[in-house]
């Protein structure tokens, strides 16, 4: 495949190149920073750093972290940076628990975030030729605006959906030739399986690639998504706080997301320790913006478990690469003292023939944690014989004890009784929390 770029001087700059880029930018922002958020400028004068101190990126572990607490501290204006008269753009994140993350931008903002995101549909293929199909939500949530402004920068005809209303998804993919889909990977398993059950085939749609993130998914779940839709099927990461999708993507190789690393600084941290660890070991991802204008955060923890690599990439692109996130610190279940991913248990299910539907229940009762596992049966797996179900569910705990060290109780239960989801998939009811 012929290799396109978005921005080329960027995406394929030397290591030293980039390096001095990264550095002058830095300590701008620094500067910026210092001089116009109050709450960080405290920050820095408790740990004793001046923006005198950082000459570029390799001074760049003296800063302090950011948090989400902090985020939460300084809310709604705490950390902007410049006059609202200058803001343009606010969005939020998904969650519904104490307060949100608002995150502000100028246009120049807006701007390098959907250059970003012009890279990443470019890295997928796209060119003006493609008609691109926007299935993540549009509003506070950054998904649906930031694949549009990137979608018009590269020329697609884009088709503004939104998620929801998954009949009419189908409809006008098929009538306007979408050729690229964008949404959550468990928006685009729902939109295969209701294909399938519309008795397309993927001949039947002209979709050639997804470009698919905002929450954990593994590799059994993009070669379902990618044999059920036809396509390629790229991650892509990004969170809120940094602005939005795009803060890395994926290109043809497939083997984890280039960063954008001109414009997002990522470091791995030992998340109990906060030290930086070296190139290849798994810790905390910890990002700079170098350039973001209204809301530029300086070392900010994503709570992304995550590794970093430099090694060449056969796309050209030298931008460092991100794996796939392996969880959060804070997604971690931790049941009978064992840490538990979610991504474990989708990763049995796919091997074991089940699709990715399928909930946690975690509990505490007589101070011991329950762990159940629903876990839906396709239509072909379903039988209501009692013996038949015990089978299946002692042989998927198995596999689930194998991969997990612990044994969890699994519930098989009937086709399409897990809520399907058009955003991001909840995956994990913790009753513990309430107690
Ligand atoms: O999810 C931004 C986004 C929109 C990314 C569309 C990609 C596509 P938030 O709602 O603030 O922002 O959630 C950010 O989602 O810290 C990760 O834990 C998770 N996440 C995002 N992308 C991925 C991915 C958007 N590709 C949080 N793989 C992040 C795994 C992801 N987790």
């Known amino acids: 495949m012929e290799q396109r770029y978005y921005q080329k001087d960027i995406e394929t700059m030397s290591y030293e190149e980039m390096k001095k880029l990264q550095s002058e930018k830095l300590v701008k922002q620094v500067k910026h920073v210092y001089d116009n958020v109050p709450y960080y400028r405290n920050l820095m004068d408790e740990k004793g750093v001046k923006p005198e101190d950082i000459h570029g990126i390799d001074d760049l572990h003296l800063l302090p972290f950011l948090s989400k607490a902090d985020l939460r501290d300084a809310y709604p204006y705490g950390l902007l940076a410049k006059p609202l008269s ?121 979709l050639k690639a997804g470009i698919f993130g905002a929450e954990p998914w593994t590799e059994e779940m993009r070669r379902q998504i990618e044999a059920t839709l036809g396509i390629k099927a790229y991650d892509i990461y990004g969170l809120t706080e940094t602005s939005g999708p795009g803060v890395a993507f994926e290109c043809s190789e497939q083997t984890g997301m280039h960063v954008n690393e001109d414009h997002f600084y990522a470091e791995i941290i030992d998340p109990d320790t906060g030290e930086v660890l070296p190139e290849g070991e798994k810790g905390e991802l910890v990002f700079t913006s170098l350039d973001k204008e209204a809301f530029p955060l300086l070392r900010y923890r994503t709570r992304d478990i995550c590794v970093l690599s430099r090694k060449k990439c056969s796309c050209g692109r030298t931008l460092v690469k991100m794996a796939k996130p392996m969880g959060r610190t804070d997604d971690m279940l931790i049941i009978r003292g064992v840490n538990v991913f979610p991504s474990q248990i989708e990763t049995v299910l796919l091997k074991e023939g089940y699709q990715p539907n399928y909930q946690i229940i975690v509990d505490r009762v007589n101070n011991n944690d329950t762990f159940e596992v629903n876990v839906e049966m396709n239509a072909d797996q379903f039988t209501d014989i009692a013996s038949e179900l015990l089978m299946m569910e002692k042989k998927l705990a198995g596999a689930m004890k194998t991969m997990l060290g612990i044994n969890p109780t699994v519930h098989l239960v009937p086709p399409k009784s897990v809520a399907r989801s058009e955003g991001k998939a909840v995956r994990v009811i913790d009753k513990r929390k309430l107690i």
């Open 86 to 206: 200058e803001c343009v753009r606010i969005h939020s994140t998904s969650g519904t628990t104490g307060r949100r993350v608002v995150a502000f931008y100028t246009q120049k903002d807006v701007d390098l975030w959907e250059d970003c995101c012009a890279r990443a549909i470019t890295a997928a293929g796209g060119t003006n030729d493609d008609v691109c199909q926007v299935a993540y939500g549009y509003g506070l949530f950054t998904g649906g605006a930031g694949l549009h402004g990137g979608s018009h920068k590269v020329g697609c005809l884009t088709l503004p959906m939104s998620s929801g209303n998954t009949e009419r998804q189908i409809q006008f993919m098929s009538d306007l030739g979408a050729t690229i889909l964008c949404c959550t990977p468990s928006y685009a398993a729902y939109i295969g399986e209701t294909l399938k059950e519309q008795g397309y085939t993927p001949d039947d749609i002209p």
